[in-house]
């Protein structure tokens, strides 16, 4: 099971991943939907009472603008 810090480090040099994130975040909003599927493809344990520090964590990473 990937931890969200592996996955962030990941993130850094797969540009399959990149492009994923890109997709999901094209309009700038996760769904619960989103997110639970991305979760679950990439074997990442995390609630959905943390999404919201997760999109606070991807703004200040600069994956949302």
Known sequence: MATVDELVERYKTDPELQ???QDILADGKVTIKEFRAFAKKHDVDVSIKDLPKYMAQ???LGFIK
């Open 19 to 21: 492009k994923e994130v």
């Open 58 to 60: 991807a703004k200040k």
